[in-house]
């Protein structure tokens, strides 16, 4: 994978409907391809996991193409109602997590506010005929009748992929949970939630460990909530999790079963000259990505991507602007919500570079050799294989150029929160409303 500032990216697929007919229940949640990037799985308000494969033509044809069939669908959450506390839970699912492949089955977790799930993804391709007890429509067959043994046969028949729920994760969380991570040993697994993140064993479901509680005895003593955790990719003890005090936690689970006390803070000293009423809101943290090589993390303000390197906790070593003309708008953004938006953000596959989101389906990558980066944007006007994206430039007073956006033209309706990119290839997954956009490297 080439270094990402001259890259060209062009568009490669776009899944959806079109936006006439969106109902709550389409708009995607989460984006997540798997460890080898052959599967790409969405889940969305409604409930639902899309399981989309690539396609072995694309994979392997030169130029290669980054394109994707629909695999798999399923309803991985339903409805729910607590009675005890009066309380509808949405089926909305907020995040998926891939297992590493052991078998040729794959297994996926996926997580609503309240419940974890274990799903197995399987191929059948062959079914077996001519059994003795049974029917070919399974009826059982009365043994007087079987007068001769048979050899069952297995026959071809068209491919069946099935998806089944293989362990039910519930009951553990007070809160709602907004993460959940495998850990590298492939064994457990963490759930976060706004004050709480559990430990679990993926064969175990009716205990989990309480291994960060920073709840205090008296709720109004309450002044910072988890907003995302996940596990180092290589070494099984160690987790990160962020806060939206704007503060990141790194906790070692050798040196206490309960890792209350970090071993680790990063933490960016505020610039008292930017103070404003909006400081507390926009340097919360709403996603923490750890690289691939396990040196360095990211995290998601409301305004910026900063990388750490987990060696120097005093500030980031790198700082990239998302939308920083924003700032002169926080007071708008604060009246219609919009300022408590989760942007998350994801590595490339070789870390030398970043992608998040923005407003007006406008997504950010930026390049961390080149120090050079993009703002494109995912529009169905430009759904043909192979249109190069052209970069997109917003001004924010004055003259405006041919190709420039005005910052009070932008849609705050339309906004990039999840995006994914190809474990080992430079191709990009982008969720915008309803729609699924795959974009590519021009090679």
């Known amino acids: 994978m080439a270094g990402n500032g001259d890259i060209q990216w062009c568009f490669s697929q776009v899944k959806g409907t079109l936006e006439d007919d969106v109902t709550e229940a389409d708009i995607i949640s989460c984006v997540e391809f798997n460890h080898d990037g052959d599967l790409l799985a969405t889940g969305d308000k409604g409930g639902r996991v899309v399981i989309f494969q690539r396609d072995p033509v694309s994979k392997n044809s030169i130029p290669r193409r980054g394109e994707y069939n629909v695999y798999s669908t399923f309803q991985s959450h339903e409805p729910e109602f607590d009675y005890l506390k009066s309380l509808e839970i949405e089926e909305k699912i907020n995040k998926i997590r891939w297992l590493k492949r052991k078998n040729p089955a794959h297994f996926l977790l996926s997580t609503n506010d309240k419940t974890i799930k274990l799903w197995k993804v399987s191929e059948r391709d062959k079914r077996v005929e001519g059994y003795n007890t049974k029917e070919e429509n399974g009826a059982i067959r009365d043994p007087a009748c079987i007068t001769a043994l048979r050899v069952p046969t297995i026959k071809p028949m068209e491919l069946m992929v099935e998806a089944s729920p293989r362990r039910i994760f519930a009951n553990a969380h007070t809160y709602h949970i907004n993460s959940i991570s495998v850990n590298s040993d492939q064994e457990t697994y963490l759930s976060a939630d706004d004050l709480r993140i559990n430990l679990w064993h993926l064969e175990i479901t009716d205990q989990s460990f309480n291994i960060v509680d920073i709840k205090p005895t008296n709720m109004e003593e309450l002044t910072e909530v988890i907003t995302a955790a996940e596990f180092h990719p290589a070494e099984c003890n160690v987790l990160v999790y962020s806060s939206s005090k704007g503060t990141i936690r790194l ?23 930017n103070r404003s009423f909006f400081s507390e809101i926009i340097s919360s943290i709403s996603d923490v990505k750890l690289s691939n090589s396990g040196r360095y993390m990211i995290s998601r303000d409301y305004l910026s991507v900063k990388v750490w390197d987990l060696q120097m906790e005093t500030k980031p070593i790198e700082c990239y602007p998302v939308h920083e003309y924003l700032r002169s708008k926080l007071c708008s ?5 919009c300022i408590f938006d989760k942007f998350e953000c994801c590595w490339s596959g070789n870390d030398s570079a970043i992608m998040t989101g923005s407003y007006n389906n406008f997504f950010r990558v930026f390049d961390r050799t ?21 970069p997109r430039k917003v001004c924010t007073g004055g003259k405006r150029k041919k190709d420039e956006i005005s910052v009070d033209c932008l849609d705050f309706n ?28 021009k090679l």
Do not use: G
């Open 333 to 337: 953004l604060y009246e219609n919500d």
């Open 414 to 441: 339309k906004k990039i929160l999840h995006t994914a990119w190809h474990p080992s290839e430079n191709v990009v997954a982008v969720a915008a409303t309803n729609n699924l956009f795959l974009f590519q490297d």
């Open 251 to 273: 906790c070692d689970m050798r040196s206490a079963a309960l890792c209350d006390q970090h071993s680790k803070l990063f933490e960016e000293p505020e610039d008292p000259t």
């Open 370 to 390: 080149t120090k050079r980066d993009l703002t494109l944007e995912a529009a169905r006007d430009i759904a043909k294989p192979k249109t190069l994206l052209k």
